[in-house]
């Protein structure tokens, strides 16, 4: 009883005090709150435009070592080595004219730009399909073009491209090529003892821009990982790009260990099959010629963009 006497008298308490409270505070004059000063609104944060296929200039890169570069939808690019219009904002096609006329070779490539990022970081995949359109011509007749290739190749590329700063980027190539037919391939494709129809090259092509429109291009890497003997490969080439025009100009090398270390004893083996092998890498091959193999490439493009 007595404690239940003490919660009484503590709640009587309690709201006698409250009711006291309220009751002052309706005699208190009333007070109006200060004026606030208008808070100036935050800027809406940037929206960042979506990274797409990269603008001008464009740089389709050397014969083995490529860019990322993808056409934006509805441009084009037409030229003595290439001829290629991107048919989405990601998706550029294209084909080798010089291919077309000095190898009777014909070419299909297609460049998808998988991804790039603010900093212009990109991912891209480029799939190429090349086939000669008639058989080896050994025998020189004079009715007849001398035909002396004969392949059917794919090459999937896997490209990888750093931009280090404004002036500087990287574009690392892995490719993975299958051979249908190579009786007597290009020159990328070295003469080899053990037959075998992969390719594994891992290259590293960099770009590096020395004015406003001058560019320089640098490439080394190796060739041929699924047999041997493995090739070393280095390019460079200096070349100018504008909004419409676009060149570069230089050489590439692919040799064998043995070659790059004895210089007196390489030479074109490739060259020799072609020019004196009517059945080209089918025939029999020197394993002493294809330890000193070793060849120079040109490495070249003139082309009007629009």
């Given at each position: 009883?007595?404690?239940?006497?003490?919660?009484?008298?503590?709640?009587?308490?309690?709201?006698?005090i409250?009711?006291?409270?309220?009751?002052?505070?309706?005699?208190?004059?009333?007070?109006?709150?200060p004026?606030?000063?208008?808070?100036?609104?935050?800027?809406?944060?940037?929206?960042?435009?979506?990274?797409?296929?990269?603008?001008w200039?464009?740089?389709n890169?050397?014969?083995?070592?490529?860019?990322?570069?993808?056409?934006?939808?509805?441009?084009?690019?037409?030229?003595?080595?290439?001829?290629?219009c991107?048919?989405?904002?990601?998706?550029?096609?294209?084909?080798?004219?010089w291919?077309?006329?000095?190898?009777n070779?014909?070419?299909?490539?297609?460049?998808?730009l998988?991804?790039?990022?603010?900093?212009?970081?990109?991912?891209?995949?480029?799939?190429?399909?090349?086939?000669?359109?008639?058989?080896?011509?050994?025998?020189?007749?004079?009715?007849?073009?001398?035909?002396?290739?004969?392949?059917?190749?794919?090459?999937?590329?896997?490209?990888?491209?750093?931009?280090?700063?404004?002036?500087?980027?990287?574009?690392?190539?892995?490719?993975?090529?299958?051979?249908?037919?190579?009786?007597?391939?290009?020159?990328?494709?070295?003469?080899?003892?053990?037959q075998?129809?992969?390719?594994?090259?891992?290259?590293?092509?960099?770009?590096l821009?020395?004015?406003?429109?001058?560019?320089?291009?640098?490439?080394?890497?190796?060739?041929?990982?699924?047999?041997?003997?493995?090739h070393?490969?280095?390019g460079?080439?200096?070349?100018?790009?504008?909004?419409?025009?676009?060149?570069?100009?230089?050489?590439?090398?692919?040799?064998?260990r043995?070659?790059?270390?004895?210089?007196?004893?390489?030479?074109?083996?490739?060259?020799?099959?072609?020019?004196?092998?009517?059945?080209?890498?089918?025939?029999?091959?020197?394993?002493?010629?294809?330890?000193?193999?070793?060849?120079?490439?040109p490495?070249?493009?003139?082309?009007?963009?629009?």
């Open positions: 009883m007595i404690a239940s006497s003490r919660k009484v008298v503590f709640v009587s308490v309690s709201l006698v409250f009711r006291c409270c309220f009751a002052f505070a309706q005699t208190l004059p009333s007070v109006s709150s004026a606030l000063s208008p808070v100036p609104l935050l800027p809406p944060p940037e929206m960042k435009p979506e990274i797409t296929a990269t603008k200039p464009f740089v890169g050397h014969n083995v070592s490529a860019t990322s570069d993808a056409l934006p939808k509805g441009n084009c690019v037409l030229g003595l080595d290439i001829a290629a991107g048919v989405s904002d990601r998706i550029s096609v294209g084909t080798s004219i291919m077309l006329m000095d190898y070779m014909n070419s299909l490539a297609v460049r998808g998988l991804s790039e990022d603010a900093e212009g970081n990109k991912w891209a995949l480029q799939t190429s399909y090349f086939k000669t359109y008639r058989p080896r011509n050994y025998t020189y007749d004079a009715r007849e073009p001398l035909t002396t290739y004969q392949m059917e190749a794919l090459w999937i590329m896997l490209i990888r491209t750093v931009s280090v700063n404004d002036h500087y980027r990287m574009h690392f190539n892995f490719h993975s090529n299958y051979y249908f037919d190579e009786k007597m391939p290009f020159s990328l494709r070295r003469p080899y003892v053990a075998t129809p992969y390719q594994f090259n891992l290259t590293v092509l960099n770009e821009s020395m004015t406003e429109h001058w560019i320089l291009l640098a490439e080394g890497g190796l060739l041929d990982f699924a047999r041997a003997p493995l070393f490969h280095v460079t080439s200096v070349g100018r790009v504008t909004d419409t025009w676009s060149f570069h100009f230089g050489f590439s090398m692919t040799g064998s043995d070659s790059v270390f004895a210089p007196t004893t390489r030479s074109d083996y490739q060259e020799d099959l072609r020019a004196h092998q009517p059945e080209g890498y089918n025939s029999p091959r020197d394993p002493l010629r294809v330890k000193d193999d070793f060849s120079i490439h490495e070249f493009n003139l082309s009007y963009q629009f």
